[in-house]
């Protein structure tokens, strides 16, 4: 515990110290398992177009790492890896480890009063450890988001509810056991079947703290069902797992504009720490400052056309780009340059107009 704290210190100096501030309400964070959302439920939101980022996660149960990419603006896939520290593989505590894939569709309204809806298949061609589906809607209002969702699988815990859509047909509430394979494939029969849960939860940002966002949800999972079991429970697993809160409440904390790193309080009784860290088309990482031209009017006793082709020359010499030919005429000038400074043609071409400009219109020619 003293550990944990001592990092999420560390990690608030950081964030206190950068000035680079932009609008972290509207922007979406990863739950520790490396989806957009809360803690550990899933939001209705995802990231911005053109995104990828890692999340590992670590709490006393297991291991997780997830990359998760952001191809469209309504979809999110993600691929992760789960290595538990209770269950057992070949005999020993520690050793398992299991992979899987989660899919996220969402649609956000155009109108800032109506909230995002998705759909997920978390897990969906995975060996069914973490395996479960959901409905979920997000709304966003001045200062927090707001999340509800019903979900079916592995969200199905203690507080399970029949299935809604069982008035379609009988067997929507049943849920087949087992798996007619050991992974790698999607099991059709089972999505959106048996038993429901109801999630969701709260992501409120603080004011005045540069970003940080207190997080707080209910949590539908029975960890003894949810994560697990591989080949077998291990002599640790039933104190592991033991939940007594269905309430998780975590700070999530920005790091710069790369991401955002959470310490959570979950199933009341343990720490989890998580960092979900890449990049994101929605920021841009070239710095681009104004082209502000060095300028100087020529002293000649030149005049008329002469005395403009020598001060264009001069003045584009000042800023490193040099004149090979030169026409002007009554509405307009042609040039010829060159720029060794300067790779991108379209942004010497630019600026060579700028000058050009202003020492036309400082000459007398409009």
């Not at 932009?22 to 520790?32: E, P, Q």
């Not at 952001?70 to 070949?90: H, I, N, Q, V």
């Not at 809160?245 to 991401?259: A, C, E, F, M, T």
Request: aromatic letters at 14%; one cysteine or more.
């Amino acid at each position: 515990m003293k550990r944990y704290l001592l990092f999420l210190i560390f990690l608030l100096s950081i964030n206190l110290k950068s000035d680079n501030y932009f609008d972290f309400h509207k922007s979406s964070t990863y739950n520790s398992l490396g989806q957009t959302g809360l803690i550990y439920v899933p939001s209705a939101e995802v990231n911005s177009e053109k995104s990828i980022f890692f999340t590992f996660n670590k709490n006393e149960i297991w291991k997780l790492g997830t990359l998760t990419a952001t191809p469209f603006s309504w979809l999110e896939a993600s691929y992760l890896y789960y290595r538990p520290d209770d269950l057992l593989w070949g005999g020993a505590e520690g050793l398992y480890l299991d992979k899987g894939f989660n899919v996220k569709f969402s649609y956000k309204p155009k109108q800032r009063n109506l909230p995002a809806i998705a759909i997920g298949l978390d897990d969906f061609a995975g060996t069914g450890q973490f395996t479960r589906e959901y409905l979920a809607s997000t709304l966003n209002t001045k200062n927090s988001k707001i999340t509800f969702g019903i979900g079916w699988g592995k969200y199905a815990g203690n507080n399970s509810i029949e299935n809604p859509f069982a008035f379609i047909s009988e067997k929507i509430k049943i849920r087949p056991t087992g798996f007619s394979n050991f992974g790698g494939s999607p099991e059709y029969n089972k999505w959106f079947r048996g038993d429901a849960a109801i999630f969701g939860g709260v992501e409120w940002s603080i004011p005045n703290s540069k970003g940080l966002k207190l997080k707080v949800e209910l949590d539908p999972y029975d960890y003894n069902k949810f994560s697990c079991c591989g080949e077998g429970r291990g002599l640790r697993t039933d104190n592991l797992r033991k939940k007594e809160s269905d309430i998780n409440v975590g700070l999530s904390i920005p790091l710069r504009d790369w991401g955002n790193a959470e310490l959570s309080f979950i199933k009341g009784n343990t720490i989890s720490l998580s960092f979900s860290v890449g990049i994101s088309s929605s920021n841009n990482r070239v710095k681009r400052s104004n082209f502000n031209p060095k300028q100087q009017k020529v002293t000649s006793n030149a005049t008329g056309k002469d005395l403009f082709y020598r001060d264009l020359l001069h003045n584009l010499n000042l800023n490193n780009i040099y004149l090979q030919t030169a026409d002007l005429n009554k509405k307009s000038i042609s040039i010829t340059i060159d720029s060794p400074d300067l790779r991108n043609q379209i942004q010497s071409s630019s600026r060579a107009a700028v000058i050009a400009k202003d020492v036309a219109k400082n000459n007398g020619y409009k």
